[in-house]
Structures are given as structure tokens and as C-alpha cells.
């Protein structure tokens, strides 16, 4: 079967607009209603759409002004002190790509956010300081650089910097925009802080070690137990792996952090991956449905995404929107490059909308 992907193929609407035509859709406008064949070309694609461009955030441009925000608000007026990235084409929904948000939040030592919870799903990834931690759902969390956490879906949760620790700053992850679409968002805040029901990082150790789960505990929510995903642990890991697999043509070592429980996606709306671009990879091109937001975690490289080159090195953000041809180079040839990035591939796939193009023009490259 052929695909005809021109406008004037039979089927496409074309009608020329007619003074007859006009008054006609006048009418129709002021009953609240309209003929489809007038909108129908914009609201159907040929192929998934974006209105997501591609962008870079640089790190070293953004930190001074991440730090200065801790000068200016406390986070008791702020509620959460965060500079949020937003993409120039979804200004109107706070989001950084797609139905996602981002932002960069910086806490002092001796600071802590009030405990509140929402129903978007959150998460973080570690990008500096020392003496970090996140209590979610009464479970107290140490945090390190390049420590993966996640937030769930209406779990209280607060965060802070120890007495004696470094100034931590973190990238958040939330999202915010697709709950608004969907018109489900909520937000709350506990009177106090949390009390504390297990030991401090009880989560890593129960559900984070040697592949082993409590075996006389029922855990019976809808994301991950396991709350915290150590580099520690998550970049030896990168190192193995690397020992026995193949090389993904398109992602390098291409790791998901997933829910140790059911080998699933860590939230129900939003799930993250870590990937290591060996030393020298050159990534070829492909496209797929689904918004992701990137966080160089190690190394330097840079990512050609609808035929524009973007450089980042550690600590850098970018983003891919959906159906962007995109392809992801290591620029060193002795040393790994790593990026972490989250997603709404749970929700895609949930839906039925994910699908994937490989590009096989000029040898796999943009
Ligand atoms: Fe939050
Ligand atoms: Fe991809």
C-alpha cells in the first residue's frame, strides 16, 4: 500500500473559501461550531508534530544566575528557589519540550523546602554540592552528584542541604505542563515536616542492592520503591555493560532506570535513562514520538538535532522534541561521554503513540 503524503490527494481538504462559504462559517461560529474541512489539514498531520524546538541551556551561563537566586529569595518565599528553562516555543505552558518542564534549583546549606506534594510526578538529577538529601514519603535520602531521584505522583516530599554540607544544585524534572493539559493537577502543603517511617536511605539499600527486594514486604504503589539511583553504582554498571553488549547504533550503552519490582518504567508518566557514548562514538540518526530533556552527565559531545549541531559538555541541558531527527556524538576520542535524560515514554506508550524511524540517508547521518 502507497502512502500519498501531498494536501491535494483526494481525501485532503480544498475547498476555495466562496462568499456563500463565508457566511456560511459565520453561522457556524456563532452556534460554537465549525466546518472541518477548514481546520481539518492543520489538526491532522501527516506525521507526528511538534511545536518544540530543539534548544541547549549552558551550564556555565546559567549557574551564576542560579546561585544569585539563593541572594535574592529565601525558600520559605519562594517555595521552591528554581530557575526554570523554558523552550521558546512553549512559553504559554511553562515547558522545556513538549508536555515537559525543567528547572535548576539551588538549596544552601542549612536550608530546606517546605514538605508539600502535587499530583505531576517529579524527579531529580544531582549536578553539584555535598550534604544534599530528600525525604519522600518519610524515607530520608542522601544525595550525591549525579544521583538519580524521583518524586511520585502525589508523594510528600521535601529536600534540604545538611549543617557543614555544600551549597547543592539540582535539576528538577516535572510534568507539570501535561497535567495541566490534562487538566489534573493539584498541590499541597503539610503543616511541618514529614516524619520519618524507616531509617535513612532505607530505600537504596532495600530495593537498590545486588538485585535482592525484601522478601516479606508488599509494595503496592504504582512506581518504583527504589527512590534513589546512585552513580556509585549506576556508572560501574555503564562500565560493565559495556564489557558484554553490543553498541547501540543510535543511544551507545543505553541503560532505563527502571522500577527493580516489575523491570518498568521508575514513574507512571515520566521515565529517565542514562547512556554512555563511548570515547570516539559517533551516534546515527533516527526519530521518534516522545519529549526528552538531557543533562550531560560526563564528558563532552555534541548532538545534531533537525540538522542544528548542539555542543554541550558536563552539566549542559538540552532538549529533543518529538519526531526530531536527532543523532548524539562522543567529541572525545579518549574519554566516555554520559547523558541522562527523562521522558513521557510511559504515557506514549501506555497510549499506543510511540514509534520510531530509523534515518538511512547519507549512511545513517544528518
Ligand atoms: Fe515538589
Ligand atoms: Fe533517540
Known amino acids: ?21 463565508e ?4 453561522e457556524l461560529e456563532s452556534l460554537g461550531a465549525g466546518a472541518l474541512w477548514t481546520v481539518a489539514n492543520a489538526i491532522e498531520p501527516w506525521e507526528p508534530r ?50 515537559l518542564y525543567t528547572g535548576i534549583q539551588v538549596t544552601r546549606p542549612g536550608e530546606s523546602t517546605s514538605a508539600h506534594r502535587h499530583r505531576a510526578s517529579a524527579l ?33 516530599h521535601e529536600h ?4 557543614g554540607g555544600k551549597t547543592c544544585i539540582w535539576q528538577d524534572g516535572l510534568d507539570i505542563p501535561l497535567l495541566n493539559a490534562l487538566e489534573a493537577n493539584d498541590y499541597a502543603v503539610l503543616d511541618g515536616k514529614q516524619e520519618l517511617i524507616a531509617p535513612i536511605n532505607y530505600s537504596p539499600i532495600a530495593y537498590g542492592c545486588a538485585g535482592l527486594i525484601p522478601a516479606d514486604k508488599n509494595w503496592d504503589k504504582p512506581y518504583s520503591p527504589l527512590f534513589k539511583y546512585s552513580w556509585k553504582s549506576v556508572y560501574p554498571a555503564l562500565l560493565e555493560m559495556q564489557k558484554v553488549s553490543e553498541i547501540n547504533s543510535f543511544d551507545g550503552i543505553f541503560m532505563k532506570y527502571s522500577n527493580p519490582l516489575t523491570g518498568g518504567h521508575v514513574m507512571e508518566t515520566m ?26 552527565a560526563k564528558g563532552k559531545g555534541y548532538s545534531i538535532i533537525d540538522g542544528k549541531r548542539f555542543d554541550w559538555k558536563e552539566r549542559d541541558i538540552f532538549c529533543v522534541p518529538s519526531w ?20 513521557d515514554l510511559p504515557v506514549m506508550e501506555k497510549l499506543g503513540l510511540y514509534q520510531e524511524r530509523a534515518c538511512i540517508d547519507n549512511n545513517g547521518h544528518q
Not at 500500500?1 to 462559504?21: I, W
Not at 457566511?23 to 459565520?26: D, G, H, L, V
Not at 512559553?91 to 513538549?98: M, N, Q, R, T, Y
Not at 526530531?324 to 576520542?333: D, F, G, L, R, V
Request: aromatic residues 10%; charged residues 20%.
Open 271 to 296: 521515565g529517565a535513562s542514562m547512556q554512555l557514548l563511548p570515547a570516539g562514538f559517533k551516534g546515527k540518526a533516527h526519530q521518534h514520538t516522545g519529549s526528552f530533556v538531557y543533562q550531560c
Open 23 to 26: 457566511a456560511y462559517y459565520k
Open 124 to 156: 531529580r538529577f544531582i549536578m553539584e554540592g555535598e550534604g544534599g538529601y530528600t525525604v519522600v514519603d518519610g524515607n530520608k535520602i542522601m544525595l550525591e552528584v549525579n544521583d538519580f531521584v524521583i518524586t511520585p505522583n502525589s508523594a510528600w
Open 324 to 343: 526530531a531527527i536527532h543523532e548524539h556524538h562522543n567529541a572525545s576520542e579518549t574519554e566516555n561521554a554520559c547523558l541522562f535524560s527523562f521522558n
Open 50 to 99: 511538534t511545536t518544540s524546538i530543539p534548544m541547549l541551556w549552558k551550564y556555565e551561563d546559567l549557574r551564576s544566575l542560579v546561585l544569585k537566586s539563593s541572594e535574592l529569595v529565601t525558600p520559605e518565599q519562594a517555595g521552591r528557589r528554581v530557575v526554570y528553562l523554558v523552550n521558546d516555543k512553549r512559553k504559554e505552558v511553562s515547558a522545556a519540550v513538549g508536555w
Open 160 to 163: 534540604g542541604v545538611e549543617e
Open 1 to 21: 500500500m502507497n502512502e500519498n503524503h501531498s494536501d491535494n490527494q483526494y481525501g485532503r481538504a480544498r475547498v476555495q473559501d466562496t462568499p456563500e462559504l
